[in-house]
């Protein structure tokens, strides 16, 4: 019982078109002692606005599950185990969103101090 989704994919081999046998100009290859590009960070650990996007958003949720679990206290109900877990949860899921606000690239990828 399961989807065409949930099943493991199966390798496609592709074949490569032959190659001609006598090429007019052949790829020139780099030289040893030629300087290559310098390898660049991946973007996802200096985009300003994806931590922002990000952190604000998992504060609002964090927020909205803490608000959800406050809601039968302040009808007067006491408070269960389960309400006092969700609130906790709540807390922590803001909570990671201020960790992810305020840690810059530098603090999260130290190699090590002097």
Known sequence: MGS????????VKVVSP??????????PFAAPGAPTS???????????????LSGFGLMG???YVFWVARKPMKMGYPPSP???TQ???GISIACWGIIILSDPKGKAFRVGLK
Not at 4 to 11: G, K, V, W
């Open 38 to 52: 310098p390898a660049q960070a991946p973007a996802f650990n200096n985009c300003w606005s994806c931590r922002v």
């Open 4 to 11: 065409h989704i949930s099943q493991p994919l199966e390798r």
């Open 82 to 84: 389960g309400t006092v």
């Open 61 to 63: 949720a964090g927020g």
């Open 18 to 27: 032959p190659e001609a046998t006598s090429s007019a100009n052949p790829a």
């Open 87 to 89: 609130m906790v949860v």
